[in-house]
């Protein structure tokens, strides 16, 4: 398994016109609930009430900021946050540390989050918002604090009307009366339907969590999550819970099977040429794109881009040769889905990455079909290594003579079986681009190699790596069985 070689070409750079910046208003309140309290005397006397609720607002600052300006912070009457904000491109987001703070003396527990999805709905519907690491449930005890994340984000994926170019959002915080942190009224179930059995969320460790990055999707994370699943009578493991319903799986082995594996090029030599594909530059060592897309094709810096009116030779393959030899059963469970095939870009000149920059650059082209490949996201989401911060970061642990595991988890995790690379790997689905080199014959690969679970960039004619198949399940299997464990898969009935 070799390492990238990096070559620089001259080449000028495109400049990327911006018709506007998106203005945001956020207003942030907390909807205070307090608990009737009442009693009888039927003795001559007085009663008196001494307890305190006092639950506000204390701060909010900026945490990340790209290509985002914030024109206005003020909080308001303790309970009313206002954020303004300009987005400036596609892909910019701005991350926001608030802390509420709990100065009274009742205990206290957060019965509710509103607005977030309702506001998302909205047009114009690039403009994303949404609240992390705080939930329904979450006590608030007096004299503590919690700091939380308000993030909004221009989705490069969603089409917007230049005459429309800004979204007042609301979202409410509403804290309860609680006994020691317990609610006093009843509170959701902290969990997450899959498929008809209540899946518990986990903030650490090894399980399913919140995806950070998309609200209302849950990605399972860990080296070791109780996520797989009986499919066409083979192991696959979930990935996601997406916002859709669906869910995203991926076969637990390479195909055929790990024990002997078949490596296959992402895009065999000259299976593109650039009379069709403008963008294939450098056809005898193949093409990063995953499918034929309308119109153009270019990186999320747009310095290089052409057409890719022919699919790549894996993408033929997963969906003319492998999907047929599916069973009856297992076809009839598959939901044909929209996959993201942009590139993925390795900002290996400004150093300014981030997964939310990695998640925009696989957006700006999709494919609809049913059998792809895993995203760079995905690998990036899975592993709870807070090192793990964006695609650039992995590259560069994976470009050091000793290897670092940043980003490991249960997809880079395989038995090392092939003794001549060294290692086992398997291709993604997107495309790779660097800040310094025209790379329009590259892909992003995820491999476990010396014994470190990798990912990286290599050449997409090159037959190292394998195939793992990725599919989606419709919204309305069922599942009739099993714990998730390896040894007692989820079923569906």
Partial sequence: MRKVERKRMNSEHKKYFLVGSLCIDIFLMLGIGYAVLSQQLDINGTAQITSNWKILFTSAEEKEMNNATTTRKEITDLT??????????????????????????????????????????????????????????????????????????????????????????????????SDDGVPVGPIPSDGVDMGGQNVELVTSG???????????????????????????????????????GTYKIIRDEILPQNANYTPMAYDVENHRL???????????????????????????????????????????????????????????QVQSHTFNIGSVQFLDVSGNDSIQKNIAGEKMYQWTGNVGLVNVSDLLRASTNIACTSATDEMNAVMQEVLKETCGSYLTTMSPINEELGGIGYWTMNAFSAESDDDSYRVWYAAFYQGVGVFGGNDAYVDYYGARPVLYLKSDIEITGGDGTKGNPFVIG
């Fill in 274 to 332: 650039t009379e069709n594909n403008t963008y294939c530059t450098n056809p005898q060592w193949g093409c990063g794109v995953f499918a034929a897309v309308s119109g153009t094709f270019q990186t999320p810096d747009g310095k290089y881009s052409g057409t890719v009116t022919e699919d790549s030779s894996i993408k033929e393959y997963l969906n003319n040769t492998y999907y047929p030899t599916l069973n009856g059963t297992a076809k009839t």
């Fill in 206 to 244: 090894d399980g399913l969590y919140e995806d950070q990055y998309e609200d209302g999707r849950y990605v399972y994370r860990g080296s070791e999550p109780n996520n797989y699943i009986q499919f066409n009578n083979e192991l696959w493991r979930i990935i996601a819970k997406e916002t859709d």
């Fill in 80 to 177: 009313t946050l206002t954020l303004d904000v300009n987005l400036t491109q596609p892909g910019a987001s701005a991350t926001y540390d608030v802390v509420v703070e709990n100065q009274g003396d009742l205990d206290a527990v957060l019965s509710s989050i509103n607005g977030a999805n309702e506001n998302n709905n909205k047009d114009p519907k690039a403009i994303k918002v949404g609240v992390e690491n705080i939930k329904v449930g979450d006590p608030l005890l007096a004299t503590e604090s919690k700091t939380f994340q308000v993030k909004v984000y221009w989705d490069a994926n969603v089409d917007f009307n230049e005459t429309n170019m800004s979204k007042e959002i609301e979202i409410t915080l509403t804290y309860e009366q």
